[in-house]
């Protein structure tokens, strides 16, 4: 790309431009991948708990408000137990690899996601629901109706969640190992773990450099948050 070729003509860096390229490859692959299956799990999840009404429905509701502050590490810990051979899932053999990151990361980004658009789905006015009954709608109907009308809290909601991931160090550390390959290449090194290693041994500019990509990758899902904000209120 001719953005990262520029980049690179400035910044003299320890490692091939690679080793840049492997690092933003595999945070972009574990984060997508995760955010994407836990908007499938969240969805569904949050119209469930914003349509009906159960027994214990205000403790599901605390308990996902929670788990948006859940510690990082502890969720890597967690995730490491069941991926050990030790753990329920041992015969995989996920210890130290991407797919072990992905869990990680969907396990942090679910609460944030499903507590959003839970909070989008409860705000669409019951009018909207009793019009779309009215009219003869089925219960899918009605849902499909919420989601068109709660479309930017959702897509915030996802944003969010990705912003999450993207940026979490103590959790994909731990069940991915930062490990990479002798040529530079990443294998479960991603930015924030990379950042980390070259700021402990005294790499500062490749590390800086790295940051500068995070940071840029964060304010535009920031960016992209407002926007949607904003669209969503001047409907």
Known sequence: MAVEA???AFVELPFESHY?????????YVSLIAVTISTLFSLPVAILVGFKEFPGKGLV???INTGMGF???????????LVSNQGPLGALNLVFTPEAMIMS??????????????AAVT?????????AYVMGGTRLDVALVVIKEARFGIATAVLAGFGRAISEVGSVLIVGGNIAYADGTSYTRNLTTAIQLEARQGRFE???FLGAILVTIVLLVNWLVGRLGGGGRTR
């Open 105 to 118: 990361q969907f396990v942090l980004a679910t609460p944030v996601i499903t507590g959003v658009s839970l």
């Open 6 to 8: 520029l980049a690179f």
């Open 206 to 208: 490749t590390a800086m």
């Open 20 to 28: 840049i390229s492997s690092v933003v490859r595999v945070s972009l």
């Open 71 to 81: 510690p990082s590490v502890v969720v890597g810990l967690v995730v490491l137990f």
């Open 61 to 63: 509701t605390a308990v």
């Open 123 to 131: 705000s669409v006015e019951q009018n909207v629901r009793d019009a």
